[in-house]
């Protein structure tokens, strides 16, 4: 069964660039999660998706970041402007729903590097 | 507010030895704490997940523990080899409603085994 998959995998832009990064789920996985990790720090949740809804984006800044998961599958994030802070891994995750371990599966993660 | 910690960013054992991670809580009692695994340049890998109401959990070579009168939860491998070297993750799992679960991750900590 194939992973979590994410691309690009490294990304280096300007910053007030515009960033866009791609998350493909482990199939059948109605939750869909995005996290930014920090150097040295656990990852941090910016948005929850349930099917196609999100339904906890609090963390998310939306003056420059926003999201989609059209269709409920694949999902996107992107950056518009990019800023210096804004350099860190990007992860996606799935879960499906089981309820022994309530299981998170993470994807490779995208490195963001603003310059 | 609700916070997670782990005290100790790196930890250096001799192989063959018992590692003891810890991870800490703050103004809350979580229900369910995960224990995922971190190696450079991927995403976390879930090992362990443990309910308020279980004292221990075990799998293979590992064990965690779970003192709520501490807030406490204690992260043991036994008989430590090289390839346990990765940083660990201590996880409060927020929302678990269904297949739903927000994370609140801590800083990780970072284990060295030493041949």
């Known amino acids: 069964e194939a992973g979590v998959v994410q691309s690009p995998r490294y990304k280096i832009i300007e910053k007030k660039q515009p960033v866009a990064f791609w998350c493909n789920p482990i199939?059948?996985?109605?939750?869909l999660y995005w996290y930014r990790q920090n150097l040295g720090q656990g990852p941090e949740l910016l948005i929850r998706?349930?099917?196609?809804?999100?339904?906890?984006d609090s963390q998310l800044p939306k003056d420059r970041f926003s999201a989609e998961r059209l269709k409920g599958v694949d999902s996107t994030l992107k950056i518009q402007p990019a800023e210096l802070g804004d350099s860190a891994v990007y992860l996606c995750?799935?879960?499906?729903?089981?309820?022994?371990?309530?299981?998170?599966?993470f994807g490779p993660g995208t490195r963001l590097t603003v310059t | 507010s609700q916070k997670i910690e782990q005290n100790s960013e790196a930890l250096n054992i001799q192989e063959g030895k018992t590692a003891t991670l810890t991870c800490n809580y703050t103004?809350?009692?979580?229900?369910?704490l995960q224990w995922y695994r971190q190696d450079p340049g991927r995403g976390p890998v879930f090992l362990l997940l443990?309910?308020?109401?279980?004292k221990e959990k075990r799998k293979e070579r590992l064990k965690v523990t779970f003192d709520t009168t501490l807030k406490q939860s204690l992260f043991h491998i036994t008989a430590s080899q090289p390839a346990d070297s990765a940083t660990y993750l201590c996880?409060?799992?927020?929302?678990?409603?269904?297949?739903?679960?927000?994370?609140?991750f801590g800083k990780g900590t970072k284990l060295s085994v030493k041949p």
């Open positions: 998706y349930e099917n196609e809804e999100a339904v906890d």
């Open positions: 443990i309910r308020e109401n279980e």
């Open positions: 199939s059948g996985h109605n939750t």
């Open positions: 103004n809350y009692s979580p229900a369910y």
């Open positions: 995750a799935s879960s499906g729903r089981d309820r022994r371990s309530y299981e998170q599966y």
């Open positions: 996880a409060h799992l927020l929302n678990y409603g269904g297949s739903q679960g927000n994370l609140i």
